[in-house]
């Protein structure tokens, strides 16, 4: 194989596409692995350097396995698999000798794109996918047809993947959706919610730098006022002196839910790789593959590896009722430490008449007592809640919830934190909100009597406004994150605001129709064509009736196209070409780098009948090539063409003999 039939450079183009959205999530390593062995084989090629042996290659491979299992241990998942997959890709490179080395080559360069698409499914991701699969199967194109430009060959690529689109869509809607995870039980595309089952000192101010999207929102009327807009995700009863814990596992909620106001809405969360879902304050009803817990939480069936996409209804003012099984678990405290707290909450119960009398002393002491609420809370020390209370008092939400919940739980009152989020960012271009790693937050929820669990936020007394405008209006200006206060760029600051928000809203339609639609939305879409679930036979009829229409518009399109093209070239050539296809069909073939001159003198050879009308149609063709013509005698010229090659038969035998002289008389007179 020469160089020129191993195609090093296009392989590397396509290589380098499909591997570009990698080099910012695998180790540094592999990506300078790839780039020199990458380097190495162009150079190899372009300065004829000699390529590596047989021992040498099976050295490298096995120096890279042994770094992948080194770098990623015991988590051998996706971005290993990935790094595997770059690793070979790289090698595969320096060793190819024959056309299977190519093709295999080549195809790497697909699987990087598939795995590329496991990893994220944004709608950025999937049309830069589109373009790494068009340079792809260009060079595929430029491997089997080298001659002519790399430009004509990617537009023939284009071409090819817009006439696979109409099959490509209806395959989407109706081939079976997979559920979970193509990589099992860790996700690939798979993001981390910043709640997670445990809450500590920093463990929520650490997420307010973090600005990725945790879920968004869609009201189906107007959207409450900020002030209700606290996001559940976890209950937290467990303390241990310093921080909470989960505890129990949620169970179904065996009563229904009383209230009014009820607020609908469809929420498009981002994959988490865990079962909980976020829900308005207080969840009623929630999706089908979900269920409402005695907690108020929303708890799904599976881990959520991929977009979900779900409906709930919730109850702003509401009554959950008296609580059952737990209030072991909502009075539970270490049995020392924190004996200032202790003592204040047992006077407050002493001097009390009601537990919400309770209540409000606890709150009226974060309002009085000059708590500050702030990013970059001072250390705290052996007994941390008494340090925040009575010495610190500098902290964030999670320093305000825990302490006031065991303030309540000191005075023997059950109480629980609840993790989840507060607030929420409206897009002014879709109508929905946006909330944030960011918006992450705690506050407290009371048992009182006749009233269930209701919530209180002992930050929103330090901090109001953290409530009712965000972070933006709680935090002084240096404390805030970059993302929110676009200090470092200036007069474009709104530009990029604007921006940002316009992208969003294209990217959550396309999570929406793409990227959540699920085994649900598919249902969906087959019963407004007419099935149900259970009837096999029609639905196999319905795709195949589909797919033969995806088909059939495929090929009206392609033959549209086709016949616009045939149209479009050259009428001498098409002419000139249709003459050839009459001499073939009669046992003479035109060589393909004979000129039409020496092609009529071998047709006179073989057939003396025929010399005449070759001659002429010859004629006519070279002049109409070659000859300065104005535009009215090539027109006429060009209908001459036309005319003598639908005259031509060579198939009939001796019928041009006849014909020679006054064919020639006509000739002659159409000269004059």
Not at 317 to 327: A, E, M, Q, R
Not at 403 to 425: C, H, I, K, S, T
């Amino acid at each position: 194989m020469t160089r020129e039939d191993r195609n090093i450079r296009y392989l590397i183009l396509a290589l380098s596409c499909a591997f570009a959205p990698q080099v910012f999530l695998l180790p540094k390593w592999i990506v300078l692995w790839v780039g020199g062995l990458w380097l190495y084989a162009y150079l190899s090629e372009k300065k004829a350097w000699p390529a590596p042996g047989k021992f040498l290659c099976l050295a490298l491979a096995t120096l890279g396995i042994l770094g992948v299992v080194a770098t990623f241990r015991r988590h051998l998942s996706g971005p290993a698999y990935i790094g595997l997959l770059a690793i070979m890709s790289g090698l595969k490179v320096l060793e190819i000798k024959k056309y299977r080395d190519v093709i295999i080559t080549a195809f790497l360069a697909y699987f990087l794109v598939i795995a590329s698409l496991f990893q994220a499914e944004t709608l950025a991701m999937t049309l830069y996918m589109f373009f790494s699969v068009g340079v792809t199967t260009a060079v595929l194109i430029r491997i089997h047809h080298p001659e002519g430009k790399f430009s004509q060959q990617l537009k023939i690529s284009a071409g090819i993947i817009a006439k696979a689109a109409p099959i490509m869509i209806v395959l989407f809607f109706l081939f079976p959706r997979v559920e979970g995870s193509f990589w099992g039980i860790m996700g690939m595309g798979s993001g981390r919610t910043g709640i997670g089952d445990e809450m500590y000192p920093g463990s929520v101010s650490s997420l307010v730098e973090n600005e990725d999207v945790a879920f968004r929102v869609r009201f189906e009327g107007d959207i409450p006022p900020r002030d209700l807009l606290y996001w559940r995700g976890i209950v937290f009863y467990l303390f241990d002196g310093s921080g909470w814990r989960r505890g129990l596992w949620p169970s179904m909620r065996r009563t229904p839910l009383e209230g009014t106001s009820p607020v609908e809405y469809t929420v498009m969360l981002e994959a988490h790789r865990k079962r909980m879902l976020f829900a308005l304050d207080m969840p009623a009803k929630g999706p089908r593959d979900a269920f409402v817990s005695e907690e108020g939480l929303l708890t799904a069936n599976r881990r959520v590896r991929s977009l979900y996409r779900y409906r709930a209804t919730s109850y702003t003012d509401y009554n959950t009722g008296p609580s059952s099984g737990v209030l072991h678990n909502a009075l539970g405290l270490p049995r020392a430490g924190n004996p200032r707290a202790r003592d204040l909450a047992r006077k407050w119960a002493q001097t009390s008449n009601s537990p919400e009398e309770i209540v409000e002393k606890g709150l009226e002491y974060f309002r009085e007592n000059d708590f500050v609420y702030t990013l970059k809370p001072p250390r705290l020390f052996e007994d941390p809640v008494d340090s925040f209370l009575f010495e610190t008092k500098k902290g964030y939400c999670e320093h305000f919830a825990s302490a006031f919940a065991f303030l309540m739980r000191a005075a023997r009152l059950p109480a629980r934190v609840v993790g989840g989020y507060q607030g929420g960012e409206k897009n002014p271009y879709a109508d929905y909100l946006i909330v944030r790693q960011s918006d992450a937050h705690a506050w407290v929820e009371v048992l009182l009597e006749n009233r269930g669990w209701v919530r209180v936020d002992p930050t929103a007394q330090a901090a109001p406004r953290r409530i009712q405008e965000g972070l933006r209006g709680a935090l002084e200006q240096a404390e805030l994150p970059d993302f929110l206060t676009m200090r470092n760029l200036g007069p474009f600051a709104s530009l990029w605001i604007k921006a940002r928000f316009s992208w969003d809203a294209v990217n959550s339609l396309w999570d929406v129709w793409f990227v959540g639609y699920s085994q649900w939305e598919q249902r969906d879409v087959l019963k407004m064509l007419g099935f149900r679930s259970g009837s096999w036979k029609k639905t196999a009829g319905t795709i195949g009736i589909l797919l033969f229409v995806a088909v059939l518009c495929a090929g009206i399109v392609f033959f549209r196209v086709r016949w616009r093209a045939l149209r479009q070239a050259d009428p001498v050539a098409r002419a000139y070409g249709r003459f050839c296809d009459k001499m073939a069909s009669a046992g003479i073939e035109k060589p393909p780098g004979q000129g039409p001159g020496d092609f009529a003198d071998l047709a006179a050879e073989k057939r003396a009948d025929l010399q005449g009308p070759v001659k002429k149609i010859t004629d006519i063709y070279v002049r109409l090539r070659y000859a300065p013509l104005s535009e009215q005698e090539r027109a006429r010229e060009i209908a001459r063409l036309k005319r003598h090659v639908g005259e031509f038969d060579p198939r009939a035998p001796g019928k041009h003999a006849g014909r020679d002289q006054s064919q020639g008389l006509r000739s002659r007179s159409e000269d004059l």
